[in-house]
Structure formats: C-alpha cells, structure tokens
C-alpha cells in the first residue's frame, strides 16, 4: 500500500509527547513489512538541533490560507532508509522555541499553524506527485485534512481513489478555536453545523477529524471504550459514539532497538532477563548522580512525565508526607506546571536525600532513570496508551499505576499465589489509592523471591511495533474496501 502518515509531530524531528515516538515507530514498522511510506510534518525550530540532516528539496507548496495563498518551503528526511519524511519549513509560523506554545501558553495563531498544515498536505501531494492510498492523519492538528479529503479535493482525481484513517491521541486536547477563524480554513459555513466542525459556537478541529475521516482509532482498547463516556470524552463522547462503527483500537508498541537494557549505550551497566544483577549497579549509580539517599535498601521510584494535573500530580502531592515517611526515594523528570515545580522543589528541601529533580526532559537520562529505578509510578487520571510504562517493564522497573485506558490495558496486576502479573495497580483516583497501592508494591519489594518474579515476568512481556503494524495493515485494507 502507499501510506501517507501526517503528524504534528515525528521524532527525532520535533517531539513534544509519545505522538513523536509513535510517528516515528510506525511509519517505519510500516514500511518494514513493505509498504510505500511518506510522512509529513511541520518543520520546527527543534529539526535543525535533532542530529538529522533534512535537505532543502529546491521545491514549495503553495497552500490557500483565508483569502491568500502562502508558500512553504519542502525539506526532505528519512527515518531509517525506508521511510520519507516530508517537512513543510514556514518560518513564520513554526520556527519558534516551542512546539505548540512557550511559557506563557498556547500560541494565539495555533489555529492558522494547523489549518495550514492540514491543506498543506493534499498540496504536498499534487506538488510532489505522492499518490496515497492511505492518509493516516493523527489528532487535532491534521482533523481538517480528513474534511479536505471530503469538501475542497473531493473531485481531483489524485485523490478520488484516497481513504483517510484518524487516529485519537489524546481527546483532551481538541483544537478549538472561535468562529471568526473560519476563514482561515477556506471551507463554507455549512461546515459549520452540529454534524460539522462546529461545537459550542466555536470551531473543534478533533472533530473535523473524528466526523470526516473514513475509519478512526484510537491507542488502547480501555481508551476506546473510555471517550465514549461524559467523563473521558470531554464533550465529544456523543460525536465518537456516532462513528462507534468505525473505531478500532491498536496499541503502541516498543523501539526495543532503542530501549533495551542488555545492549542500551546510555546506562552505566547492561543486563537482561538472565542475568538482572547489573541493574543494581545502574541503580548505585543513578543514587549517586542524583544525590539520592545511599545505604538504603528500599526502593527507588521514577516519573518521567509532564508535570501537569492528568498525570496524577494532585494525587502526589496530596500525599507525598505520607510516601516519603514509607521509605521511598523518589527521581521525577519533566516539566509542567508552575504550581508542581514549586511544589516539587519544596519536597526536595523538605527531604534532601529522598527526592531528586530533573528536569528539563533528557532522553539518554530517562534511560538511565528506567534502568536504576525500581519502581515506574504513573498515577495518570487518564492516559490513552503511555509508553514509558512499556520501558518500565523491559527495564525490570515495576509499573505502579492508576488503572486507566493504556496503563489498565498493559500492566497486570501481580497475584503472589500464582506468580503471574506485571505490576500494581489502584482503580480510585484518590491519594488514598495510590499510597495504598505503593505499600503494596513495596511489601514484595521486600520479599526478593516475590520481586524476582515481578522482574522477570516484566521483562519478558513483548509490545512488538510489528504486530501494531499489521493490524493497521488490517485497519487500512478494510477501509480501503469500504468495509
Ligand atoms: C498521547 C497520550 C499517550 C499516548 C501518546 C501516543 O500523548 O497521552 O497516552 O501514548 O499520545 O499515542
């Protein structure tokens, strides 16, 4: 098949979250199993800092945004030799320090910078003669393309043939922005309708997507039954039960080429389901580096995360007291919110020795954090899919986490009668869970042969990109036939 993979995000290009791994993994598991692959993707300040050389191609796009049409420059990449990656270089609106917004919020023309991505892609298309079977386009940012697809391109013939598949990262963030935006997207007010992209009086870009693309998915099989819900589909759940028909679930899979203990470059000590003893030397050393209490025996516990309320925050900080005087050391990296920075500093004077900082996120660290921690806690309200739990469990670092969408999907809860599982979980969005939960992690942590078991039982669970892919193999055949 000749697939076309649109993401606001790919990396090592630009990533702000696990859509830039996933726009990676994919498209290349995709083109493993031997199909055409391109991807597209805005061209960040961040791609010429990324260590991979993207080429000026010598050609543009000509893209019509409200009642002008704007050029973009067309820089060429690949991911691996297979894969093609399209980036559309238009300073004005991507060359900026962050992806979506800086430190003062989301940037004010964010709805211009993605309306523009998503014509450019159908543009790309005619300019560079790509002939997609499949336009595989990912959150809110590319929603219009699927609409496209359906309104201003209907009738051009590259694309008579052409099936779009949208896929919901995260239905928190919808791309809503007032009406007088409208005509920026070059559509007619009748798209501005309730079986539109219309919502509340504004406009709602996820919707666009969700509504016109041919087939839509989603990261988890929990996630997928979750957004038809009032509480988890803030506002869309009617609008996705509507297209329920048409939803599939895959989940993400691992880079094991990159995240692999027993041959990882980053970490101090290499080691595998065989022999797990080095990870203690990853753990002395991660202690060591991060001036983390050393003669203690109790566990480590890492986040890696942004530090933002849906990612369980509030219940941290609820009942931090109550986890430090547990004996747990704690290392938390990312960035987020003002309020956690402060909150998270205040602990770290509060219980020098107990909780160590880092920010802001480091890839080679978060290596070297999964391979010395023993314990991956994510106490996310929700979480579509989440992959650093996946690292958690090939690292031997136990997942403690909310049960909810992806995390609820992947981790089983460990049964000591039995010995099968591969982690803790806690279902109440309470502090009260979450500590409740982490003494019980801890409990076996104090009994090797129980841990042992967890480690192992851990370690050996597989999440292969492939299988991912054939079952969006799977996904873009039935659509393509209509099915
Ligand atoms: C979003 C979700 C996360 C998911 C990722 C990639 O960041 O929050 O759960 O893993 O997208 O699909």
């Known amino acids: 098949?000749?697939?076309?993979?649109?993401?606001?995000?790919?990396?090592?290009?630009?990533?702000?979250?696990?859509?830039?791994?996933?726009?990676?993994?994919?498209?290349?598991?995709?083109?493993?199993?031997?199909?055409?692959?391109?991807?597209?993707?805005?061209?960040?300040?961040?791609?010429?800092?990324?260590?991979?050389?993207?080429?000026?191609?010598?050609?543009?796009?000509?893209?019509?945004?409200?009642?002008?049409?704007?050029?973009?420059?067309?820089?060429?990449?690949?991911?691996?030799?297979?894969?093609?990656?399209?980036?559309?270089?238009?300073?004005?609106?991507?060359?900026?320090?962050?992806?979506?917004?800086?430190?003062?919020?989301?940037?004010?023309?964010?709805?211009?910078?993605?309306?523009?991505?998503?014509?450019?892609?159908?543009?790309?298309?005619?300019?560079?003669?790509?002939?997609?079977?499949?336009?595989?386009?990912?959150?809110?940012?590319?929603?219009?393309?699927?609409?496209?697809?359906?309104?201003?391109?209907?009738?051009?013939?590259?694309?008579?043939?052409?099936?779009?598949?949208?896929?919901?990262?995260?239905?928190?963030?919808?791309?809503?922005?007032?009406?007088?935006?409208?005509?920026?997207?070059?559509?007619?007010?009748?798209?501005?309708?309730?079986?539109?992209?219309?919502?509340?009086?504004?406009?709602?870009?996820?919707?666009?997507?969700?509504?016109?693309?041919?087939?839509?998915?989603?990261?988890?099989?929990?996630?997928?039954?979750?957004?038809?819900?009032?509480?988890?589909?803030?506002?869309?759940?009617?609008?996705?039960?509507?297209?329920?028909?048409?939803?599939?679930?895959?989940?993400?899979?691992?880079?094991?080429?990159?995240?692999?203990?027993?041959?990882?470059?980053?970490?101090?000590?290499?080691?595998?389901?065989?022999?797990?003893?080095?990870?203690?030397?990853?753990?002395e050393a991660l202690v060591k580096r991060h001036r983390l209490d050393s003669g203690d025996s109790g566990p480590v516990v890492a986040m890696i995360s942004r530090l933002v309320n849906r990612k369980g925050f509030d219940l941290l900080a609820e009942v931090f007291d109550r986890l430090i005087a547990m004996g747990l050391r704690f290392i938390i990296m990312g960035k987020g919110e003002d309020r956690y920075h402060g909150f998270l500093e205040k602990m770290s004077e509060k219980y020098p020795g107990r909780l160590a900082v880092s920010m802001p996120f480091d890839d080679e660290e978060a290596h070297r954090i999964q391979a010395g921690a023993d314990i991956f806690l994510n106490p996310a309200k929700y979480e579509p899919c989440g992959l650093d739990q996946l690292y958690g469990l090939r690292y031997g670092t136990i997942p403690v986490v909310r049960a909810t969408g992806g995390l609820d999907e992947t981790i089983e809860e460990y049964d000591p009668d039995t010995g099968m599982g591969t982690g803790f979980k806690f279902r109440e969005y309470s502090g009260g869970a979450l500590a409740a939960c982490l003494e019980k992690a801890v409990g076996f942590y104090g009994e090797q042969e129980h841990w042992e078991r967890l480690m192992k039982n851990a370690m050996e669970k597989e999440f292969s990109w492939e299988s991912s892919a054939r079952e969006y193999e799977r996904i873009y055949e039935s659509t393509l036939k209509g099915v």
């Open 1 to 283: 098949m000749r697939i076309l993979f649109v993401s606001s995000e790919v990396a090592p290009f630009a990533k702000a979250g696990g859509l830039a791994d996933v726009s990676h993994c994919l498209p290349k598991a995709l083109a493993a199993l031997g199909h055409e692959v391109h991807v597209v993707t805005p061209m960040y300040r961040q791609a010429e800092k990324c260590g991979i050389l993207s080429e000026f191609t010598g050609r543009t796009v000509r893209v019509p945004i409200s009642h002008r049409t704007e050029e973009a420059r067309l820089y060429r990449s690949r991911i691996g030799d297979s894969v093609t990656v399209h980036l559309i270089r238009k300073d004005e609106l991507y060359n900026r320090s962050g992806l979506y917004g800086n430190e003062y919020g989301d940037y004010e023309d964010n709805a211009e910078r993605f309306i523009f991505f998503s014509r450019a892609v159908p543009e790309l298309c005619l300019e560079l003669d790509i002939n997609p079977q499949i336009i595989h386009c990912n959150d809110w940012q590319t929603g219009l393309t699927p609409l496209y697809l359906k309104s201003l391109y209907r009738d051009v013939p590259r694309f008579k043939e052409a099936r779009s598949v949208f896929t919901i990262h995260n239905l928190g963030n919808q791309g809503i922005f007032w009406s007088l935006d409208m005509h920026l997207t070059g559509l007619g007010w009748e798209y501005f309708t309730i079986d539109g992209i219309e919502f509340h009086g504004h406009i709602n870009l996820m919707k666009a997507g969700i509504i016109f693309a041919d087939r839509i998915t989603t990261v988890s099989h929990k996630y997928a039954d979750e957004i038809l819900t009032p509480e988890l589909g803030f506002g869309l759940d009617g609008v996705v039960t509507s297209r329920r028909r048409h939803l599939s679930a895959v989940l993400h899979g691992v880079d094991y080429e990159r995240w692999d203990p027993s041959n990882d470059p980053c970490i101090p000590a290499n080691y595998g389901v065989v022999d797990s003893k080095p990870k203690a030397l990853c753990k």
